[in-house]
């Protein structure tokens, strides 16, 4: 694989980031460029497709609407960078499938050709946090930090699509991870790697009582851990741990407070953005009081 | 789920092998013929471990010996899987049981028994391009931020790419 250079990628933001959480696009956006990324913004993306409910319709149309994304980026051979975990799932499961086989290529082209389109299989598909650690470095993010976030205990959650199936996305340990903690060690946090750190957020179960015991079970661990709040990657996991803590702290009349934070907000921070720069007022769990205490 | 119990389960269907064939017809419908039973999918199976009834092991055993009322049903256990892919970490014969189960659900979808929020979210994408709502609180959003606003999405192009030959 060749590259035209590294330090250019188009960025994949998906439904989630674009119309729910563009406060998370914004901080992706304002932190790359310090960090050295240039992001090259293309048009006709779509929906990755999500990697539940469509792929759980038709598995040969979700390759296709996913390879026609992926084509768009080989048009000008970039990376594709993604900042969702559900978009990297499919982007990089399909990327690969169709590196893979031939057969299974060649159909998707068939049905691309319709539009005058073709999955050629000439870059790669990357989560945002694989390229910094990858192509920049940890030491490159801490030289962008200027108020490092001391004090700040951030308890981890991985989410699973980041680093599985490993056999597709070859980020990590998927065991074992390091990157997540390297990445807060970076900007001067604490990680807290604690028993539920690599538990599933459940979002992609059919049943309410599967995530609801799941959710529970995280946010307490980290409540006994004494963190300040969590840190991830992924919009899903923050849907089910931001809105579903209020639902389920009411229901179970427990008080969580656990605040969720989207890596690149935390990192916003500590490059000397303000909290509003990040969106941190838009959480329905309010992280204030915490950042009153490390941005004091 | 003990063996007594898995027995009295076998017992009480017909055995159907047509159905590994039936399933073969999906994109990796066919990796379950893999598996030995051993059972290394189930430990660290958070559906497993949060409900009594979900068992990957299982429903790739229901999936060999073709027992395919209990699979392909809107309240099929498949629908609980987290789609986490542990098991397929775990799995020493690369069976991959969230695809073999992805199989099962796309079995579902396209015989109409799949739950409704399936078809509910995937028929969204075909209509606007994306899973989620866009409102002018989107857009307002972004503008404060001052992130550039949405173009519109080409669902003509996906509609045309997803009809089959």
Request: glycine share 6%; proline share 5%.
């Amino acid at each position: 694989m060749t590259y035209k250079s590294i330090g250019k990628y188009i960025p994949f933001f998906g439904c989630m980031m674009t119309t729910k959480y563009p406060w998370f696009e914004a901080a992706v956006r304002k932190t790359a460029a310090k960090i050295g990324m240039e992001l090259i913004d293309i048009d006709g993306f779509t929906c990755c497709p999500d990697p539940i409910y469509y792929q759980a319709r038709d598995k040969m149309e979700w390759y296709t609407i996913a390879a026609r994304n992926i084509s768009l980026a080989e048009d000008l051979g970039y990376d594709l960078i993604t900042t969702c975990s559900g978009c990297t799932a499919t982007l990089s499961e399909v990327n690969l499938a169709l590196k893979e086989d031939p057969g299974l290529k060649a159909k998707v082209n068939e049905r691309l050709k319709k539009i005058g389109r073709e999955f050629k299989g000439s870059i790669n598909v990357r989560h945002a946090v694989t390229v910094i650690r990858d192509d920049f470095g940890f030491e490159q993010v801490t030289k962008t930090v200027t108020r490092p976030l001391e004090g700040l205990k951030v308890a981890v959650h991985y989410g699973c699509h980041l680093l599985k199936p490993s056999r597709v996305m070859r980020v990590d340990d998927p065991n074992h991870p390091t990157i997540l903690e390297n990445l807060l060690k970076a900007i001067g946090a604490e990680p807290i790697h604690h028993d539920k750190t690599m538990l599933c957020c459940g979002k992609a179960c059919i049943s309410d009582a599967i995530p609801e015991q799941m959710i529970m079970d995280i946010l307490e661990t980290i409540k006994s851990r004494e963190a300040d709040c969590m840190g991830l990657i992924c919009p899903t996991c923050f849907d089910q741990f931001d809105i579903r803590q209020i639902i389920l702290g009411r229901k179970h009349k427990k008080k969580l407070d656990v605040p969720i934070i989207y890596y690149f907000q935390l990192l916003g921070l500590a490059q000397g953005l303000n909290t509003k720069d990040v969106g941190l007022q838009m959480h329905k769990v309010k992280a204030d009081q915490i950042f009153e205490k490390v941005l004091a | 789920m003990s063996s007594d119990k898995q027995a009295q389960t076998v017992k009480k269907h017909k055995l159907n092998f047509a159905f590994r064939e039936k399933l073969g017809t999906f994109a990796e419908g066919f990796r379950h013929n893999y598996c030995y039973q051993c059972g290394a999918c189930v430990a660290d199976c958070p559906a497993s471990n949060y409900s009594k009834e979900f068992n990957p092991r299982l429903i790739i055993l229901k999936a060999l010996l073709g027992f395919e009322d209990e699979l392909i049903k809107p309240d099929s256990e498949i629908w609980n899987c987290t789609n986490c892919y542990t098991c397929s970490e775990r799995c020493p014969q690369d069976v991959r049981p969230v695809d073999v189960i992805i199989a099962l659900k796309n079995m579902c979808y396209s015989e109409g028994k799949a739950p409704e929020l399936i078809g509910h979210i995937s028929d969204t994408v075909l209509v606007t391009g994306v899973t989620t709502k866009i409102t002018s609180l989107s857009e307002r959003r972004r503008q404060e931020l001052g992130l550039p606003p949405i173009k519109g999405y080409p669902v003509d192009e996906i509609k045309k790419i997803i009809e089959a030959d």
